[in-house]
């Protein structure tokens, strides 16, 4: 069946600094895939989506591609905020499900 | 546009007690989706309704939980008999059309059963 791995957390870094959360999946067919991000006594909410290979995903300086060939789909951005202080989580839909697989969710702290 | 709208934001109760939980999802989307996140366990499907009728309920822990959409703008979900082991957030989700889309999630229901 569908599946979602993503790298445990929690993700530790400074202020400015890369970030890179690791996601892969496993799925039959061409799934949609989504970030979703969890601040703090909140809900999910959708930070960026890819619906087909090759695709780019980007929102608030976030970016993902959907990487068909290594079934990846990685979030990365070039200098994080004390205010992207979250729980990631990767998730998938199938092309015939209606529901969406999340992954288990990455924490990330940033220090000012 | 007011989005997922849940009550009650938090829940305190004793065990063996009745718990209702109730969620509006965004006007004119047809599927709806309850979840359940602990730090244990994540973030876990309970139940999904797609045009008010129940699709898939095999995330339902147990007999005690139960889970109603009686029309498009209102479910609710039900422990009965309440448990420790029950104490969560219960996130309600809806969407429009089914796979592939977004799902826009409500605030949450804290649940702490004693």
């Known amino acids: 069946g569908n599946s979602v791995t993503q790298m445990e957390g929690p993700v530790t870094l400074s202020e400015e600094a890369f970030l890179t959360i690791n996601c892969t999946y496993t799925?039959?067919?061409?799934?949609?895939l989504f970030w979703y991000v969890q601040y703090p006594g909140e809900g999910l909410q959708l930070l960026l989506k890819?619906?087909?290979?090759?695709d780019k995903g980007s929102n608030k300086g976030f970016e993902a591609t959907y990487r068909k060939e290594t079934t990846s789909f990685h979030l990365e951005k070039g200098s994080v905020q004390v205010s992207d202080s979250a729980v990631y989580f990767c998730?998938?839909?199938?092309?015939?499900?209606?529901?969406?697989?999340f992954g288990k969710g990455t924490r990330l702290h940033i220090l000012p | 546009d007011a989005g997922v709208i849940q009550s009650p934001r938090h829940e305190v109760t004793e065990m063996g007690q009745e718990v209702t939980l109730r969620c509006k999802p965004i006007?004119?989307?047809?599927?709806l989706f309850w979840y359940r996140q602990t730090m244990m366990r994540g973030l876990e499907l309970l139940i999904y309704?797609?045009?008010?009728?129940?699709?898939?309920d095999s995330g339902m822990p147990e007999d005690r939980f139960s889970a109603k959409m009686p029309n498009a703008s209102f479910s609710t979900l039900k422990i009965q008999p309440s448990e420790p082991r029950d104490s969560a957030v219960y996130f309600c989700?809806?969407?429009?059309?089914?796979?592939?889309?977004?799902?826009?999630f409500g605030p949450g229901t804290r649940l702490l059963v004693l």
């Open positions: 989700a809806s969407t429009l059309r089914r796979s592939q889309e977004t799902q826009y």
């Open positions: 799925a039959t067919g061409y799934p949609s």
């Open positions: 890819a619906t087909k290979a090759d």
């Open positions: 998730a998938l839909s199938g092309n015939r499900d209606d529901k969406i697989i």
């Open positions: 006007s004119g989307h047809n599927s």
């Open positions: 309704f797609n045009n008010n009728v129940p699709i898939d």
